[in-house]
């Protein structure tokens, strides 16, 4: 029934295209273009047949057939002689249908004629019939294109009847010559409806169009932008993945990456970084200190990734990610941590105008604050006073000590100081201390400083053309309200691009898109309020009174001192949180603009030329605004104050400090180069070759204006950054006033050769091979001279396209084998020797300078070496279809500082040293599990990837290893730790080993004459830092115009280090982790805790080595519930009346928490305990097209 | 159709233009990536580069040869607690393991890195104008002089000392003449290595200006100088004359030791006030592990102590009576205590013509220089009475004497050893006692030449000095 409804619209849409082509016709423009469907009917007759005959002879049912329509038939009885009897069955059916099957299988003609239909003989055709023939025949030109009008590369052709098959070059077009005029085409696409076209009549060139077989269930891509082309994928070698327009709306993003995550094979989302990570990397780390982060490259250029929320992310149709060398060699230097490749939208030719808009609104809960586990109030002042009974704080009895220096100290210890020095009353103290023990400044920051996140997004799209042009238009509007109060996003973003053919053969394109990008903030960042240990604060700090009004909290100096100052002239000194978010304004914002402009001209058949041109200026301006009441700017000004005579002076001026921070990048690319595409017989040819060259010129200036007035819009223009000036309460220290100016900036340059070629033989074996030469103003003359290419080739082998193959239950079975180099970048290293200058020699005050870098003039890429094997299958029906993919990519020539003969003049180095060894497994299965009314299908993506450092120069040591420095034969990113040895049982004191014997923890961390005494050996090593395994699993559930899909993602094999209570942060910031609650007391609790006693003064290296210590590592593995997505349809069909083509309303709800995580102890792995989890967020979206 | 083949043309077009376009600008991928990285390229970048005087530029020489040569002496218990393994080796000419001196090997190979990547920036230079001229001479003099000068000192203390029947093949030192530190150290043979020194002094010698604004930059007294001194160590004498003729011409003052007061500390240096005038090239010996052996240990041996004549102002102004009755040293032609001078000076060059005359028979000659030096370090209450020979060959051991007692903790004692070896008449054996063992240096061992340091030769794959 459905089936029917469609074929009957696409027949209307074709009666409309035919019109059209008559009015284009008339206008006499040169080219025709006619849209052809399987469906299309001629003239219908009304006439209602009703047959049921079985074997009988022709003759009764023509004569049946005659009386019911009233059609008369014309044959001589000879030649119905021998024809077949016939079985029909037909209820109100029509003449013709009636006719063709009784003539089905004849060995008869017949021609329909105004009521009269002629019967005769089928003849063998004659010599002169075959010249006949041959003068009738023509030749075919056309084009296939899919719904949108997209070409459909190497799709086949097949002339009915005929064995021969064409298929269609990367534009989609073919040409078949000596076609009999009245020939039917066969059109075939792998996911695609089967079409047949008369030939009879039709126009051309053909513009074929094609629809997709079964909806959502088909395989619908098929083509891999490499950004360079487009690779049909039966005739790709490479490891690819294409993310097509549905899976990257079905999530919800101000930011296009985040809508790739957990939906891409192979590649590995880390949100939080706390280690020198990307937080994106696409088949694990080939690097120790070059670039972690994979190329992004929009519309064929690389797009700098800090910029990338300057794209609309509707303004993207898909993404193509490139992980291994056949896919990404052709990016050469730049290609080794994988390329995304992101395709923005464009129009296409004779096409009516579309319009789509999008609009969605996501919230936000606020953060979860209970997530962090910190000590309660009472434990705090617990603390207090027992730090202030041992006699810590007695040096803090004097307000104004001798020493002019005074640190902040807790409202505990103020309050136990006053009633020491009288100035409360003991009962007074205690109350106010019994007040305290029932906040939590937890619930402040909950009621204060955090909120609901809102983001808003808008996008409306217009696209359309015509024969000779085409265009796509959008406009974009984001406004994001983030977690953080005071914290604003928005971002407008423009987009135009024109594609014309002036002339036949040749196409022109140009774009130009604008973005503003628009960040503001109050300068408050709440978990800078959280008594963690790491902020100085309390857990009994409050941040409001009763009435809500902003109250004051020790910060910096201590409230004893602030509150009783009394210098004339001094500003205020008391810090009261909240009022800071009115009196800072950080605002940054960044212009993006772009244009470009691309020709390609048809020089021969198959031979294109192509030139591409791009220029892009990216402006961000950065404000921050201390104003004059902000603690920043009283804290200067009453630093440096100072009366002279009795006047008061300021080197620091009264009136806002205003940071500014402009970048100004101007940067261009140009391409040019060649294409052939050519098919003859069984040989099927695609290359390219060409040129390109960028430079980007980034320049950076920041400076700081000091005594800004609003009134009259001036700034203090005469500071004195010279002069060393008295700070106040600082313990008797001078500084000057800090200059925070510096101008910088990076000039980077590339030129590249490039050559890409793949030949396929008869639909079943294909042979890559691609070539690239880079230069870049970062290596030196010698390797920019050097032949140094990166290259790669492989092999694919559509073993199901064989003869021999009959595996009736795997329709498709291809092999893919590649190998290649692709390269890295560091950008800081040195080609050329580096000096410092700008000191004075002591020996004669004339001017010096320090080599501080020995530069290296041989210093090269770094290489990326992939070997990747893989499998795509398909069975029947599509049930089960996925790719299996080994491989090995190994990291060579890592730039790393090398230890270095002294004879040269350095000892150390930087070059192309080390080498990291890796290998993985990507694994993608996409499956029907149920196919009626209800559709259930299942995308499972796993992979496995594992790394180890195969050269490093550098010897670990203790220290290196606990900041993840490389080791020989472990994972870049390793964990280690102290082996523990539990709590001393006479005070609680950690304890670890040395060799075999329990030694306390100043040994274990200790040297002996300078020697360590534990040494990297002896560390135990967990294993990895990041996952060995890890993927997602998305069913998608149908019914109607109804989809719910959700997303579950894993990973498992890594570890990670769980915080716990650091007494040094107890006692210089008053907070920390509640594991206080479970420290050692008193002898007999070292069997029930591991969580170390009280030390009575701070002591770095116990909490260091508690921390450092296994105890306290976990297994990171982790199984979450990524997002669930609702969307419902409403279609054309289902509302004709509507000018809508489409409606689409969606929820989508993400973050949704862990479904299971291997510690036990609440914390997510991804986050640690001192960082709270992304909060849930829902969507509500609506997608309109008309 | 026309159109279309201007169309054609117009693409082919673009596409050459494009190609050409970077092609053709051969300096496009040089250009700096980050621009605040201070890629040394102006002259002024290499003169502050020549003028890291007191870190690189001017210290760090021959501090190990000063230990292993005579005259001096530490105690036992000072040379136990030595910090490291290098001066202890120095001291007893032994190689007891780990030999870790790298500091020496590391700083003066730094020296020479500094002057090859100012003369191979300066090989990269275009001059602007004619005013450059002078000064890109001058910096390319003072670039090759100090390399020289570092190659120098090196092959006093790595290098097989000079014998003209073996230098072809006996080890030199290793050679480097580039700024790319990836290259390949290998050891030269002695030959080579003087050929270096000598050819890029004299390379200088037309480069270097007559004055330097301080001493601690080349000039051509201070070139001919150094040019007397390598010529000395290779025992040519003929050559030796002329050059320390050369500098003498230019500049020959003395400084007069009566003017100095008996309770200093010091000598004085180039940049003390007034100025030392015989300097004509700052340099210093100091390295970090070594310095304790050659000052607060440094003890002078009593008998050539003894040798200073009681007129002789340099009994008091070179030494230092410690309260139990050593002798320290404290005649530093610098204002410090720990860095020692082993730049060149007139007296040198006095010194080494008065030598060279001898050495050619003109006794005169000889004596002239010898007493134009004495005179000025003695008291000026007494009437001096002039040293004179019977013959050169007296005149010649008078003037060694006289070089050994002028040249004090100069840095040239051990060259002096290494070629007064070869010459019967001079021929010394050293000995030390050191924890109950006795240990020798005679004439011609192959302690006369340092063991390379292992992880040297573990890193470039050099050979050890035979012997070692």
């Known amino acids: 029934m459905e089936a029917a409804h469609r074929a009957a619209g696409d027949g209307c849409e074709t009666m409309k295209k035919m019109k059209c082509k008559k009015i284009l016709r008339i206008m006499k423009f040169t080219t025709l273009i006619m849209i052809v469907c399987l469906a299309q009917v001629s003239a219908i007759t009304r006439a209602q047949i009703n047959l049921d005959e079985r074997k009988a002879p022709l003759q009764k049912v023509l004569k049946a057939i005659g009386k019911q329509s009233g059609y008369g038939f014309i044959y001589s009885t000879d030649d119905l002689k021998g024809t077949n009897l016939i079985d029909i069955k037909l209820n109100n059916g029509t003449v013709e249908q009636a006719l063709k099957l009784c003539f089905d299988g004849q060995p008869l003609v017949y021609e329909v004629n105004d009521k009269i239909v002629k019967i005769k003989r089928k003849t063998e055709p004659s010599f002169l019939d075959n010249i006949i023939a041959r003068f009738k025949a023509i030749d075919v030109k056309g084009r296939v294109v899919d719904q949108e009008g997209k070409p459909l590369p190497n799709a086949s052709i097949q002339v009915k009847g005929k064995s021969a098959v064409t298929n269609t070059n990367s534009e989609g077009e073919f040409e078949i010559k000596g076609v009999d005029e009245d020939a039917v085409l066969v059109i075939r696409y792998v996911g695609y409806k089967q079409l047949e076209i008369s030939l009879k009549d039709a126009v051309m060139p053909l513009e074929i169009k094609l629809n997709v077989a079964t909806g959502e269930l088909e395989e619908v891509k098929v083509v891999y932008k490499t950004g360079y082309q487009d690779l049909n994928k039966e005739r790709s070698t490479g490891s690819f993945v294409q993310i097509d327009n549905g899976l990257l709306n079905r999530s919800v993003s101000t930011n296009i990456l985040d809508r790739i995550y957990d939906v891409t094979s192979g590649l590995n989302y880390q949100p939080n970084t706390s280690i020198a990570r990307s937080p994106i990397t696409i088949r694990g780390i080939s690097t120790i200190n070059g670039e972690l982060k994979p190329l992004i490259v929009v519309d064929g250029f690389p797009y700098n990734d800090y910029n990338l929320e300057s794209i609309n992310p509707n303004d993207i149709e898909s993404v193509t990610v490139l992980k291994d060398a056949a896919a990404a060699s052709i990016w050469g230097s730049r290609a080794g941590n994988g390329v995304i490749v992101l395709n923005t939208k464009k129009g296409k030719y004779n096409q009516q105008t579309k319009v789509a808009f999008t609009s969605n609104i996501t919230q936000g809960a606020k953060p979860d604050l209970s997530y962090l586990p910190v000590m309660t109030a009472a434990q705090s002042i617990e603390v207090d006073r027992l730090r202030f009974k041992t006699g810590e704080f007695d040096v803090f009895d004097d307000v104004y000590t001798s020493i002019d220096y005074f640190p902040a100290l807790s409202e505990v210890v103020e309050l136990l100081l006053a009633v020491r020095r009288n100035s409360i009353t003991q009962a007074e103290a205690e109350a106010k201390i019994q007040e305290l023990t029932n906040n939590d400044v937890r619930n402040d920051i909950k009621n204060h400083l955090i909120q609901n996140t809102i983001n808003q997004q808008y996008s409306l799209n217009i696209s359309g053309g015509g024969a000779k042009m085409n265009y796509f238009g959008s406009v974009g509007y984001d406004n994001n309200k983030s977690s953080n109060i005071g914290d604003n996003y928005n971002r407008l973003t423009l987009r135009l691009e024109n594609a014309f053919r002036p002339i036949e053969n040749l196409e022109l394109r140009a774009f130009i898109s604008y973005t503003q990008n628009g960040a503001s903030s109050k300068g408050s960042y709440f978990p800078n309020f959280i008594p963690d240990g790491r902020n100085p604060i309390s857990s009994y700090s409050a941040l409001v009174d009763q009435q809500e009004n902003a109250l004051t909290i020790p910060f910096v100096y201590r409230s004893a001192y602030v509150d009783k100052l009394s210098i004339p002239g001094l500003l205020n000194w008391q810090y009261k949180p909240l009022e800071e978010l009115q009196n800072v304004n950080n605002n940054n914002k960044i212009n993006d603009t772009r244009i470009g402009a691309s020709m390609s001209y048809q020089i021969l058949s198959g031979l294109k030329a192509n030139v591409q041109y791009q220029f892009n200026k990216t402006l961000t301006n950065g404000q921050n605004e201390h104003g004059g009441e902000s603690f920043y700017t009283r804290d200067l000004v009453n630093q440096f104050m100072y009366t002279n005579n009795g006047v008061n002076i300021y080197p620091i001026r009264r009136g806002s400090i205003i940071d500014y921070q402009n970048f100004d990048q101007d940067s261009w690319n140009i391409r040019s180069g060649l294409n052939y595409d050519k098919k003859w017989g069984n040989h099927n040819v695609t290359s390219i070759i060409g040129f390109e060259a960028s430079e980007s010129d980034l320049n950076q200036d920041i400076y700081r204006r000091y005594g800004y007035d609003p009134e009259t819009n001036t700034f203090n223009t005469q500071v004195n950054y010279e002069s060393q000036y008295n700070i106040r309460a600082s313990g008797g220290g001078t500084s000057v006033i800090p200059n925070r100016d510096s101008y910088s900036g990076t000039l980077s340059r590339l030129r590249s050769y490039y050559a890409n070629v793949a030949y396929t033989y008869n639909e079943r074996y294909t042979l890559s091979l691609s070539g690239r030469q880079d230069g870049a103003n970062l290596f030196g003359v010698r390797s920019n001279q050097k032949i140094n290419p990166f290259w790669s080739a492989g092999l694919a082998w559509n073993l199901s396209n064989e003869k021999f193959y009959n595996l009736a239950f795997l329709p498709y079975l291809k092999l893919r084998a590649t190998y290649g180099y692709n390269g890295n970048i560091k950008s800081d290293a040195t080609v050329y020797p580096t000096i410092t200058s700008g000191s004075l020699s002591g020996l004669t005050g004339l001017p010096q300078a320090d080599l501080t870098t020995p530069g290296n003039p041989s210093i090269r890429w770094e290489k990326v070496r992939v070997l990747n094997l893989g499998l795509d299958i398909q069975t029947r029906n599509n049930v089960i279809s996925g790719s299996l993919e080994y491989y090995h990519k190994d990291g060579l020539d890592l730039i790393s500082n090398i230890n270095n003969d002294p004879t040269a003049g350095f000892s150390v180095y930087t070059g192309n040293n080390a080498s990291i060894k890796g290998q993985g497994i990507d694994v993608t299965l996409n499956s029907i599990n149920m196919n009626g009314h209800f559709k259930w299908l299942s995308n499972l993506l796993f992979s496995y990837n594992v790394e180890e450092v195969t050269a490093f120069d550098q010897a670990p040591t203790v220290v290196t290893l606990f900041q993840s420095a490389p080791y020989i034969g472990k994972p870049l990113y390793s964990l280690y730790s102290y082996k523990w040895a539990g709590l001393d049982p006479l005070n609680g004191d950690p304890r670890g080993y040395i060799g075999d014997k329990i030694s306390p923890y100043n040994t274990v961390v200790g040297s002996t004459s300078g020697v360590p005494n534990t040494k990297p050996e002896d560390l135990i090593f967990h294993g990895r830092l990041n996952p060995s395994y890890f993927g997602s699993l998305r069913n998608t559930l149908l019914y109607k115009n109804i989809s719910l899909s959700f997303n579950i993602v894993y990973e498992f094999g890594h570890y990670f280090r769980r915080p716990s209570i650091r007494y040094d942060n107890l006692f210089s910031n008053w907070g920390g982790h509640s594991d206080y609650a479970l420290r050692w007391q008193k002898p007999g609790d070292e069997k029930l805790t591991n969580v170390p006693s009280l030390p009575a003064t701070p002591i770095v290296s116990r909490d260091t080595f508690y921390e450092r210590s296994e105890i306290l590592v976990e297994k990171a593995d982790l199984i979450r519930l990524r997002d669930i997505r609702l969307s419902y349809d409403i279609n054309k069909v289902a509302t004709t009346t509507s000018t809508f083509q489409n409606i689409k309303i969606y929820l989508y709800a993400s973050n949704l928490g862990l479904l299971w995580t291997a510690n036990k102890k609440g914390i997510d792995p991804d986050f640690g305990s001192f960082n709270i989890p992304v909060p849930r967020t829902i969507s509500i979206g609506l997608n309109l097209n008309f | ?468």
């Open chain 2, 1 to 468: 159709m026309a159109i279309m083949k201007s169309y054609k043309y117009y693409s082919t077009l673009t596409l050459v233009i494009a190609s050409l376009f970077v092609g053709c600008k051969k300096d496009w991928l040089e250009a700096k990536a980050n621009k605040n990285q201070s890629v040394p390229t102006t002259l002024s970048d290499f003169q502050s580069m020549l003028d890291f005087s007191g870190l690189v530029m001017n210290v760090n020489s021959f501090a190990l040869g000063e230990i292993a040569a005579d005259g001096h002496y530490v105690t036992e218990a000072a040379w136990t607690s030595a910090t490291t393994s290098a001066s202890r080796n120095a001291y007893t000419w032994s190689l007891n393991t780990p030999y870790l001196d790298l500091d020496t090997w590391r700083d003066t190979y730094e020296r020479v890195y500094y002057s090859n990547v100012v003369l191979n920036g300066l090989s990269n230079y275009l001059i602007k104008n004619e005013l450059e001229i002078e000064t890109y001479n001058n910096i390319k003099g003072q670039a090759l002089f100090n390399r020289a000068e570092a190659f120098h000192m090196l092959s006093q203390l790595y290098a097989i000392p000079y014998n003209k029947t073996t230098s072809e093949t006996d080890l030199g030192i290793p050679i480097r003449l580039s700024s790319d530190v990836t290259e390949k150290s290998t050891r030269s043979s002695v030959e080579q290595t003087y050929n270096q020194i000598i050819k890029d002094l004299l390379e200088a010698e037309n480069l270097l200006p007559l004055t330097p604004i301080y001493p601690t930059r080349g000039s051509k007294p201070a070139l001919y100088g150094l040019l007397a001194r390598v010529y000395m160590t290779m025992n040519d004498y003929e050559n030796c004359l002329k050059y320390a003729d050369k500098s003498l011409q230019l500049r020959s003052e003395l400084l007069d030791y009566n003017s100095k007061s008996q309770n200093a500390n010091f000598i004085g240096g180039f940049n003390t006030n007034p100025a030392n005038p015989e300097i004509l090239f700052h340099m210093t010996m100091y390295t970090s592990e070594i310095s304790g052996f050659l000052t607060t240990n440094y003890l002078v041996d009593q008998a050539l102590y003894n040798q200073y004549h009681p007129d002789d102002l340099r009994r008091v102004l070179f030494f230092r009576n410690n309260a139990n009755g050593t002798k320290s040293y404290k005649g530093n032609y610098f204002n410090s205590t720990t860095n020692m001078f082993t730049g060149i000076g007139t007296d040198e060059t006095y010194l080494m013509r008065a030598e060279c005359y001898a050495r050619m028979g003109n006794t005169v000659a000889a004596m002239n220089d010898l007493n134009s030096l004495i005179k000025k370090r003695w008291r000026n209450t007494v009437v001096f009475v002039p040293f004179s020979a019977i013959n050169p060959e007296d005149a010649l051991s008078k003037i060694l004497i006289e070089r050994r007692k002028e040249l004090i903790m100069r840095g040239l004692r051990w060259s002096d050893l290494r070629r007064l070896n070869v010459d019967e008449r001079f021929k010394q054996t050293l000995t030390r006692t050191i924890g109950g063992v006795n240990y020798i240096l005679e004439p011609g061992s192959y302690k006369y030449t340092f063991p390379i340091p292992n992880d040297i030769l573990d890193y470039s794959g050099m050979p050890q000095t035979p012997g070692w």
